[in-house]
């Protein structure tokens, strides 16, 4: 039975890939409570629909939901991704795939990369990225679900999907809607806040309509329309350690297999992103305009298509950092309107999910209390801040300085928590640990080794191990990694099989 | 056990020099307490002492935890047992239904507290898929202990001539521009080293020399007495409380350790037993120059829970992880080491001190003098869980949700509300969920051994298996 300080009705203004995943979830986890929710969107108003790449743990949210998902892949012309391939990050030239997965087995607690290390000091020339199945899986176009046989190689893994974001908003709202999320075609004009707490009473729209409600979820994008044009928030702009500024987007024609993960390519003043999905390829170009012109950056996109265009490009501004309080009062932003970074590991969706995740793990009553606020905004803070020196690792560990952009990383001061990670990975291989955090070791180790960072000396532990006893073993890794691949299927056969095609089974291709 | 872990993983070209210093430790490793969590077998199996051989060379017996006698609101006890993470039904964590239905208790579900109450134990099974199908496979156990014991099995495991070990009286001990340059005992030669290990406990021989900051204040004086006994006592560690202080009765192998931890200015009653005093806190670098201390020597907390054991684990845990790289610097190591050994000493130091937050206890000098001002975290930590059942936690800290989990229910923390999410269930429906998961707990402990027939089977067959 309700009480009189529960939350009765929820307002999520903005459409788009974070309004319907607030509106999805909270359909499906609080149905049979009392709740009304809303959303209120405007057709006027486009959404940044450029998020396409995802992160395995988008699996949770679906099957959480209760989502099939071949049903969710027919629906959103998606692929599966192994991981993502970085390519001229480290030198012009050079590439290497952060997948979804370790590199190797662990042996007496000491990770084998360590091992690695030794064979390689040892004249060994094998790379690290054949220890791992998915990156060989992804580079072959392979693809298998993961075993349940926790001893098999194929259990090493995860995935995730490449999508259309507009097509999965468009799959969320239906399902939403089915569920009772009622949605109103509208823009907000005005907010209206109680005169003594400052709490987000109503919306009104343009056309007079008031939308009034016990919680706002804030899904406007970059404006933030209740999170700071009403309730001033404030931003912590990181554009100093992430400059990147700008990004075009544009869609061209599906050409030749489809890949089971993402390119990002190094630039000389940002990078461009490739996804591959079944009705076609999804590209863009992040840059820094204090390095690069937009009709540069948008002549450079162009140059590295490998296919036609199918529409005009589409620009788009943002600041890099996060909303300083995330949720204050009555209002929670998720998505763009709680902050932004550049989707070079494919963030943005996952920093929607973990910000309904975190709602719903501190659902508040009407008494909108201040620790559960605080608690939320610190679990959120803390993604946001190991997402953003994640990323920033890209950009520093690397041996370029053929632009004004690579040079400026090089010279650059890093936050603490990143440079004595760094320092700690350069003298001896050691990865400093965290628990509550999106990039665990397996994701340090790619980008570091990736991206020739590879440590002065190892841990001492693995010289127990003899030359030979090492080289044997590893050779029956990467053997058992080899033979796993060979049994794996072919990607886009696998998106036929498990239902999962849209397109592909009419085409054929 | 810094020795037998060092052995065991280092490779043969690492000359391990253990210099023995002539002095019982017995009195001093009173503060591991007698009681470790579920970590110690696989931290024993890296040390190389496998579980047959610890119950074979030692007095120690399996443990579900310890029972905090008349120290809940009401005067109410509990057994704070090991647990895995309780079921998560429908996104909602288990405890939050019961909240909702106003069932006080979390014992009945937890199988280590039920079997415990009974005196009952045996393994819980490990199979792939077994957690979540069985009771007892959600079950963890630890041991209880008795440190001089614990230390011989460690001590056999060392392989023959892997170590040099020296033995005497500490006579000098070199230092010079923030290193320890050597060693000496009587009669002797200088030994060096490219790093040092300080076990020598509070006193802290050689890191103390680098770094003399001690960060705490209370001092405490512990005593203990053994009690021969012919039958093995229940797998729980019963810990009371009185005005001066609190006792631990834990049963061992042959015997039941009576621990009393009271002031250390309080007159002592030891009966022939032993004794120490010390004083709780750590010292503000554990890892100094080329010298890092080890346990007590860094660090002590109060033998309130498995906290000690734990901490020394983790402590030897962490130095094989930052074992230096080079004898030029050891900067990166210091750093993170010291960095770690902070915040588990923190959050040791916080599970011990939320256990204070209970009207049982008296208002005489020691628990006012225990209980401190709670920091910021713990403070935050005991708000969400009073105001709505939820769990904040930290990275990588020593005690998990569920054993905070435990210990709220257990002291009778109510939280002001549930999480709302449980409200979509049916509440008949969960009712006969708990009602039936509580049968399950209470069948499965019913059919398990007694502690002490359990132990002597078990022992029976180690001595008889030659493949032990």
Redesign the interface.
């Known amino acids: 039975m309700a009480e009189q300080s529960d939350i009765s009705s929820i307002c999520i203004v903005g459409g788009g890939t974070a309004g319907w995943m607030a509106a999805a979830a909270l359909a499906a986890k609080l149905a049979g409570l009392p709740i009304a929710i809303t959303l209120v969107e405007s057709d006027e108003i486009g959404t940044v629909g450029v998020g396409e790449a995802t992160l395995p743990h988008i699996r949770a949210f679906n099957v959480a939901l209760g989502i099939d998902e071949a049903e969710m892949m027919r629906a959103t012309e998606a692929t599966y991704k192994l991981g993502i391939e970085f390519c001229d990050w480290g030198r012009r030239g050079d590439r290497y795939i952060h997948p979804f997965g370790d590199f190797g087995p662990t042996t007496n607690d000491v990770p084998f990369y360590q091992y690695w290390l030794k064979l390689r000091q040892s004249g060994d020339r094998s790379r690290i990225d054949e220890y791992s199945y998915p990156v060989i899986a992804a580079e072959q176009g392979r693809f298998r679900r993961p075993s349940g046989d926790l001893d098999a190689v194929e259990s090493t893994f995860g995935y995730a999907y490449q999508f259309d974001a507009g097509l999965y908003a468009k799959f969320l709202r239906g399902f939403a809607e089915k569920r009772g999320v009622s949605r109103i075609e509208g823009k907000v004009v005005r907010v209206v806040q109680d005169g003594e707490t400052g709490f987000v009473r109503d919306v009104v729209l343009t056309n007079g309509t008031t939308l009034s409600a016990d919680l706002f979820i804030d899904c406007s994008g970059f404006r933030g329309l209740l999170i700071e044009t009403a309730l001033q928030s404030g931003y912590d702009d990181w554009s100093a350690w992430l400059p990147c500024n700008r990004a075009i987007a544009v869609p061209t024609q599906s050409n030749g297999a489809l890949r089971p993960f993402t390119r990002a390519t190094a630039r000389t003043a940002g990078w461009q992103w490739r996804i591959p999905l079944q009705h076609r390829v999804g590209n863009g170009h992040v840059y820094c305009s204090s390095f690069i012109s937009d009709d540069e950056a948008h002549d450079q996109l162009v140059a590295g298509l490998d296919a036609p265009m199918q529409a005009e490009p589409r620009r788009l501004s943002f600041t890099t950092g996060r909303r300083r309080e995330f949720w204050k009062k009555n209002v929670v932003a998720i998505g763009l309107a709680g902050g932004f970074l550049e989707p070079l590991e494919s963030t943005s969706i996952n920093l929607i999910q973990d910000g309904i995740t975190e709602l719903l793990a501190v659902f508040p009553d009407k008494g909108f209390a201040a620790r559960d606020i605080a608690e939320y905004n610190r679990r959120i803070g803390l993604h946001y801040e190991r997402i953003r020196d994640f990323l920033l690792l890209h950009y520093v560990a690397t041996q370029r300085d053929d632009s004004e952009m690579w040079r400026h990383f090089r010279n650059l001061r890093l936050p603490d928590s990143l440079s004595e990670r760094i320092e700690a990975w350069r003298t001896r291989g050691h990865l400093i640990q965290y628990e509550f955090g999106l990039f665990l070791s397996p994701s340090w180790v790619a980008v570091f080794l990736g991206q020739n960072l590879v440590p002065d000396r190892h841990d001492p532990r693995v010289e127990s191990m003899s030359v030979d006893a090492l080289t044997a073993r590893a050779m029956d890794v990467r053997a058992r990694v080899d033979a796993a691949v060979r049994r794996t299927p072919e990607h886009t056969a696998f998106i036929r099989e498990s239902g999962g095609a849209a397109r592909l089974a009419v085409a054929g291709a | 056990m810094t020795v037998a872990t060092l052995a065991r993983?280092?490779?043969?070209?690492?000359r391990i020099t253990l210099a023995e210093i002539d002095r019982d430790h017995r009195c001093a490793d009173l503060f591991y307490g007698t009681v470790s969590g579920p970590g110690s077998y696989a931290f024993n199996l890296?040390a190389g002492v496998t579980e047959p051989a610890l119950v074979l060379g030692s007095s120690a017996a399996f443990s579900w935890g310890s029972k905090y006698v008349h120290w809940a609101e009401g005067g109410r006890s509990w057994i704070q047992c090991f647990n895995l993470t309780l079921p998560v039904i429908d996104?909602v964590l288990m405890h939050q239904y019961l909240v909702q239905q106003g069932m006080t208790r979390l014992d009945p579900f937890l199988l280590g507290a039920v079997a415990g109450s009974r005196g009952t134990f045996a393994h819980p099974p490990r199979s792939?898929g077994a957690a979540g199908q069985q009771p007892l496979a959600r079950a963890e156990y630890g041991y209880h202990f008795d440190p001089a014991s614990h230390a011989r099995c460690f001590a056999a495991a060392v392989p023959p001539r892997r170590i040099h070990h020296l033995k005497g009286a500490l006579s000098r001990v070199g230092v010079c521009d923030g290193v320890i340059t050597g060693i000496a005992l009587d009669g002797a030669d200088m030994v060096t080293a490219d790093l040092y290990l300080d076990c020598s406990g509070p006193s802290a021989e050689l890191l103390s020399r680098l770094d003399p900051a001690w960060l705490g204040g209370r001092a405490l004086q512990i005593s203990a007495d053994d009690v021969a006994e012919a039958r093995l006592g229940p797998p729980v560690r019963s810990v009371s409380f009185h005005d001066q202080g609190w006792a631990a009765q834990t049963p061992l192998r042959g015997s039941t350790r009576s621990l009393t931890v009271s002031d250390a200015t309080a007159s002592c009653n030891a009966r022939g037993g032993l004794s120490a005093s010390a004083t709780l806190g750590r010292r503000r670098r554990a890892w100094a120059g080329n010298c890092v201390g080890i346990g007590h020597a860094a660090g002590i907390v109060e033998p309130l829970t498995p906290a000690p054991m734990m901490l020394l684990e983790r402590d030897i845990e962490r130095l094989?992880?930052?074992?230096p790289?080079?004898t030029a610097s050891m900067t990166?190591?210091e750093?993170?080491y010291n960095r770690r050994h902070g915040e588990d000493h923190h959050h040791a130091m916080r599970f011990t001190r939320a256990l204070l937050e209970t009207s049982a206890l008296p208002d005489s000098d020691f628990w006012r003098a225990a209980r401190d001002t709670p920091d910021a975290e713990l403070e935050?930590k005991l708000?969400?869980f009073a105001?709505?059942g939820?769990l904040?936690?930290?990275?990588?800290e020593p005690f998990h949700p569920e054993d905070w989990l435990i210990m709220h229910f257990g002291i009778g923390r109510r939280p002001r509300?549930h999480?709302?999410?449980a409200?979509?269930a049916d509440a008949k429906r969960v009712r006969r969920y708990l009602d039936d998961a509580a049968q399950q707990v209470a069948n499965a402990a019913a059919a398990l051994p007694s502690n002490h027939v359990y132990m002597t089977q078990l022992e029976r067959y180690l001595r008889q298996d030659p493949r032990k």
């Open positions: 993983q280092l490779p043969d070209t690492v890296a996104g792939p094989m992880t930052l074992i790289v080079s990166v190591e750093r993170e935050h708000a969400m105001e709505r939820l904040v936690s930290y990275d990588l509300r999480d709302r999410l409200d979509r």
